[in-house]
C-alpha cells in the first residue's frame, strides 16, 4: 500500500442504499433507469451499488440496462448481511433490519462471487469496500476486483490485536488490502479495550494519506452510539448551520488537501423523521431536495 493521496476530483456518489429502507420500500420495483435519473437528479455523479435483490439489480445482473445506466455504477459494496437463514435473522437483536437485509441482500460471502459476475456484465473492474473476514471466511482480495479497500473500525483493530495507525496499515497491507474507505461515523466508535481510532482528531490526519474513499454517513440510528449525535449531524447537512463533529471532520479533511471518492450513506428514514419532526410530509421529491442540499453543502466544505 503506497502512502499517497488518490487524484481523483471531488464528486460526490451516492450509496444506493439511500434508496432502499422501510421508508422507501417501494423502490425495490423501479426499473435500474429510473433509479439512475433520481440519484442523478439530487445532484450525486454515480451510484456505489451493493448487490440488492431488486428489480434494477435483476436488470443489471442480466445485462438489460443502458450504457448510461452502467456509467453510472462507479463502486462496489460488498452485502452486510452475516444471517445464514431465516431463524438467525429473526434471532437477530434488531429483527427488523435483519429480517429486511435477509429480503434485500444475499450473505456477506456469497455476494463476493456476485459482484465480481457483475463486473463482466458492465464491462469494467471497479474498486470495492469489504468487510474484513471472519476466521476461515474468504476475504475477496484475491478477486478480480479494480481495489480492495475496508473501513477501519474499533472492532476491527480488536480482532486484529493492532493499536496504532502503522501496526493497523502494515496488517491490512499482509492481508491484501489496497487502502481504506473511511466511514466518518463507524470511526468515531468507542474503542473497545483499548483498540479504537480515538480521538478523531488525532487519528483522522494520519489516516488520510491511506484513504480511497471516504464515507459521509448521518442519522445512523440504525447503528446506536449515544456519544454521537447523529441525527443533529444530519440535520447540520440539511442546513448548513451550527457546528458538528461531522462537519469539523470534513473540515480537517479540506485542509488537508484530501482528494478522493466520496459517498454519502444517508438512510432515507433518518430524512423521513427530520421532516415528520418538523410537520412536513415525506415524498421522494422531498428526499431528493434533502439529498440535492446534502450534496451541495459537502462540497462547499470540502471545497
Known amino acids: 500500500m503506497n502512502k499517497e493521496a488518490p487524484q481523483l476530483s471531488l464528486e460526490v456518489d451516492s450509496s444506493v442504499g439511500n434508496l432502499f429502507d422501510k421508508s422507501t420500500l417501494y423502490t425495490v420495483a423501479w426499473p435500474m433507469g429510473k433509479l439512475v435519473d433520481t440519484i442523478k437528479e439530487a445532484g450525486y455523479r454515480g451510484i456505489e451499488w451493493h448487490p440488492l435483490r431488486i428489480v434494477a439489480g435483476a436488470q443489471m445482473n442480466a445485462g ?99 493499536r496504532g495507525v502503522d501496526d493497523l496499515i502494515e496488517e491490512s497491507r499482509k492481508r491484501g488490502y489496497d487502502g481504506l474507505c473511511l466511514d466518518l461515523f463507524l470511526m468515531r466508535e468507542k474503542d473497545i479495550e483499548g483498540f479504537g ?32 449525535d447523529t441525527y443533529q449531524e444530519l440535520e447540520n447537512l440539511l442546513t448548513d448551520k451550527g457546528d458538528s463533529e461531522l462537519t469539523e471532520m470534513l473540515e480537517v479533511i479540506r485542509s488537508s488537501g484530501w482528494k478522493g471518492r466520496v459517498v454519502t450513506e444517508i438512510p432515507g428514514a433518518s430524512l423521513h423523521e427530520i421532516r415528520k419532526k418538523n410537520g412536513n410530509f415525506t415524498s421522494m421529491k422531498d428526499l431528493i431536495e434533502d439529498h440535492k442540499k446534502i450534496v451541495g453543502n459537502i462540497q462547499d466544505i470540502l471545497g
Open 197 to 228: 481510532l480515538n480521538p478523531w482528531q488525532e487519528i483522522l490526519p494520519q489516516l488520510l494519506p491511506y484513504t480511497k474513499e471516504l464515507q459521509v454517513s448521518a442519522g445512523r440510528g440504525d447503528i446506536p452510539q449515544e456519544h454521537i
Open 64 to 162: 438489460l440496462i443502458c450504457k448510461d445506466d452502467k456509467d453510472a455504477i462507479v463502486s462496489l459494496h460488498q452485502s452486510y448481511r452475516s444471517e445464514k437463514n431465516l431463524l438467525e435473522a429473526w434471532r437477530h437483536q434488531n429483527r427488523a433490519l435483519a429480517l429486511m437485509s435477509y429480503v434485500l441482500l444475499p450473505e456477506r460471502v456469497s455476494s463476493l462471487q456476485k459482484l465480481e459476475k457483475l463486473q463482466g456484465v458492465l464491462g469494467k473492474a471497479l474498486p470495492i469496500v469489504l468487510y474484513p473476514s471472519n476466521l476461515g471466511e474468504e476475504s475477496g482480495t484475491d478477486r478480480s476486483f479494480a481495489e480492495k479497500i475496508f473501513q477501519p473500525t474499533s472492532e476491527i483493530m480488536y480482532r486484529w490485536d493492532v
